[in-house]
């Protein structure tokens, strides 16, 4: 296991790896920052934005699209200019943007969630690059995991206040909540972000439950990874050859013994699969520019 960040974040999430650049993307909400890690040179930038951000993705320019807390918006890498695409939940004020995914044809899905976490405020949208916004769930308590498996006319995304991921139709979606789930952690633990690897498998971070699970498409269990820290929250597969694992992980809701303890927890680490044979493809960029 490899450390990737050069410091210890409050909730990192939404690892994003650009096969183009060769680097990996990755956020820390609270922070408000978006952060970057340049594989072959080992460097790392970031940028401080004035809101909280939740996403990043690459796009068909130099700029990045980055999920603000209630607004979807360019980021000039240069500059650090936001240039504003829609708004989110500006009508619940307190929402906020959480997981966030581009589908297979570059159009954005994003979730939100009520910051407080307190109530099933948050919503799930759909954005064209054009800045189109359709609502296509709410009643949504931390909306996380966005995976599309079009082999299987698929579209995996749950809800980490219930604790249950749902394999939704995919692209002839409709509401899929109130059947079998495709899996359900057990109580105590969040079903927090995933990625699909080149089998089709689900791969979840559980928060609260230090490892990461990959999950057959029959939601079989077929392999756990254990953590050196509590919270990993996402994950996705980069690198070269795409046999990478890069795991972003939370310090939040953590006591100082814990965090003594857990040395990288809040860090963004890289595990290689080259033994395990599993590879996974990069992020999906978005396709406005």
Same mark, same amino acid.
């Given at each position: ?5 050069t ?8 690892p994003?790896? /650009?096969?183009a ?15 970057r890690?340049?594989q ?7 940028w401080?934005?004035p809101k909280?951000?939740?996403a ?9 699209l ?15 200019e ?7 939940d500006?009508d ?6 959480n997981?966030?995914k ?18 099933a /405020?948050?919503?799930?949208w759909k954005?064209t690059?054009?800045g ?17 498996d079009e082999?299987?006319g ?6 980490s ?26 109580e105590?633990?969040g079903?927090d972000?995933?990625c699909?690897?080149?089998?089709d498998?689900?791969w ?8 990461i ?9 077929l ?6 820290f ?8 980069g690198?070269e050859?795409?046999?990478?694992l890069?795991?972003t /992980?939370?310090s ?5 013994e814990?965090l ?19 590879a ?7 396709a406005?520019?």
């Amino acid at each position: 296991m490899k450390q990737i960040s050069t410091q210890r974040h409050q909730l990192a999430e939404g690892p994003f790896w /650009s096969q183009a650049e060769q680097a990996l993307y990755w956020v820390d909400i609270p922070a408000c920052q978006v952060w970057r890690w340049h594989q072959a040179s080992n460097e790392t930038q970031h940028w401080t934005l004035p809101k909280k951000v939740s996403a990043v993705f690459t796009t068909q320019s130099d700029r990045l699209l980055v999920a603000l807390s209630d607004e979807i918006a360019y980021l000039d890498k240069t500059t650090g200019e936001l240039e504003h695409l829609c708004d989110l939940d500006t009508d619940i004020a307190g929402n906020r943007s959480n997981d966030a995914k581009c589908d297979p044809n570059g159009v954005l899905w994003v979730g939100t969630m009520d910051d407080a976490e307190k109530v099933a /405020s948050g919503r799930l949208w759909k954005i064209t690059p054009e800045g189109k916004k359709t609502l296509m769930l709410e009643g949504i308590g931390i909306a996380n995991t966005l995976a599309w498996d079009e082999s299987r006319g698929r579209f995996y995304f749950g809800d980490s206040m219930t604790r249950k991921v749902h394999a939704f139709p995919y692209p002839e979606f409709y509401d899929v909540r109130k059947q079998t789930p495709f899996f359900e952690v057990k109580e105590g633990i969040g079903a927090d972000g995933s990625c699909l690897d080149a089998d089709d498998c689900l791969w979840n971070a559980n928060w609260d439950g230090a490892r990461i699970v990959r999950y057959s498409p029959d939601g079989e269990v077929l392999q756990t990874i254990e953590l050196p820290f509590s919270k990993p929250t996402c994950c996705v597969f980069g690198g070269e050859n795409g046999m990478t694992l890069f795991i972003t /992980s939370a310090s939040v809701a953590t006591n100082d013994e814990t965090l003594a303890n857990q040395p990288l927890a809040g860090h963004v680490v890289a595990i290689d699969l080259t033994k395990m044979n599993i590879a996974g493809a990069p992020s999906q960029p978005f396709a406005g520019a």
